[in-house]
């Protein structure tokens, strides 16, 4: 679910748009395209208790910060630079138009960390929320993923494949160079991903994922993905998830607790639009707690003696209330994890 925030930054005058779909919005669609991986996960659903941690889950949008300028005689051939992706994107039948622009080269000012991402004005919540998620636990991984090229571009490391891997950096690298030019619709700010502190490293992660994985064009991120396979992209190792169907609510909440202290980052997936057709306690509940549908939030913390869970928005704004481990279970579907282990850990 995409989104503009309230921070110091505006985004576009746009109405956000959702994860599938604006079904938050008065003027949601009433049909929402399916990827293959999210219809299957709904075929199971009478057996979701009885899936494995292995499954990706359904479809849902310090002193390493220093400069990024190549080292001192790195001649190492810098990759062929991609072409800018499509900036234009279709919302309910209209075309949003976005030309691009200059915003300055700092890609990071403090560092990266999880307050920076602003989800903009496309339903890519699946990928900006793993970003967070990953800065969260390991914002060095996110730091050492681009380098500036010094000539106005940046290579971002992605990473194609980290299946049964679990160290970062072990799947297969690619490095996709971009220019630091972003789409903006008004000139003063990016459309799309964007830094509550004017950061640019989520806007170009987010392009350079475009470029890989989105066949170079925005509007094919604009129906949504999965946080899984997004933290595989960022991570380059495998990620597991469980649904929380399978679990009761204290088991849930001790796995998610486990989890951060681990040093995994951790996104979750709420309910879908259908879901709440026709139950009112879930639509009340999910109104009182701010909790929005189809739309993936990072889990800041779980406390298991608390029975408690706390949720990053991604989009920077209309941040969920703490939650309750069976009000979490009402509300969010799916758990996703990726595989980063603290440092020092074994």
């Not at 299946?163 to 799947?171: K, Q, Y």
């Not at 987010?206 to 991570?235: H, R």
Request: net charge neutral; aromatic share 6%.
């Amino acid at each position: 679910m995409a989104a503009s925030s309230s921070k110091s930054q505006k985004t576009d005058n746009a109405q956000p748009q959702g994860a599938k779909a604006s079904i938050a919005m008065a003027n949601a669609p009433q049909t929402v395209q399916l990827t293959r991986s999210w219809l299957k996960y709904v075929k199971d659903l009478p057996g979701a208790e009885s899936a494995k941690a292995s499954t990706r889950g359904p479809i849902v949008g310090d002193d390493a910060a220093t400069t990024r300028g190549p080292k001192v005689g790195d001649d190492k051939p810098k990759p062929p630079q991609r072409e800018e992706p499509k900036p234009n994107t279709t919302h309910d039948g209209k075309v949003h138009e976005a030309k691009y622009g200059e915003f300055g080269n700092q890609i990071f000012k403090d560092g990266a960390a999880l307050d920076d991402i602003q989800q903009g004005y496309i339903g890519d919540c699946f990928l900006i929320a793993a970003m967070g998620a990953v800065a969260m636990q390991r914002p060095e991984l996110i730091e050492q993923m681009i380098k500036d090229n010094g000539d106005g571009t940046v290579t971002v490391t992605l990473w194609t494949d980290g299946r049964a891997l679990s160290t970062p950096g072990s799947g297969k690298a690619v490095e996709v160079r971009v220019s630091m030019k972003l789409p903006s619709s008004n000139g003063s700010t990016p459309t799309y991903a964007k830094s509550s502190s004017k950061e640019l490293w989520p806007s170009l992660i987010e392009k350079a994922y475009v470029a890989q994985f989105g066949g170079g064009d925005y509007q094919n991120l604009n129906s949504g993905g999965s946080p899984g396979d997004a933290m595989t992209a960022i991570l380059g190792t495998e990620s597991t998830g469980f649904s929380t169907s399978s679990v009761n609510a204290k088991e849930c909440v001790s796995q998610l607790e486990s989890m951060l202290k681990g040093g995994k980052s951790v996104v979750a997936a709420t309910f879908g639009k259908d879901a709440a057709k026709d139950n009112e306690p879930l639509r009340k509940l999910a109104d009182e707690k701010n909790v929005h549908a189809w739309h993936a939030y990072v889990i800041k913390k779980a406390d298991a003696k608390a029975n408690t869970v706390t949720l990053f928005n991604p989009w920077g704004s209309s941040q969920p209330a703490e939650l309750t481990a069976e009000e979490f279970k009402q509300l969010y579907v799916y758990v996703y994890t990726g595989s980063p282990k603290a440092p020092g850990s074994r």
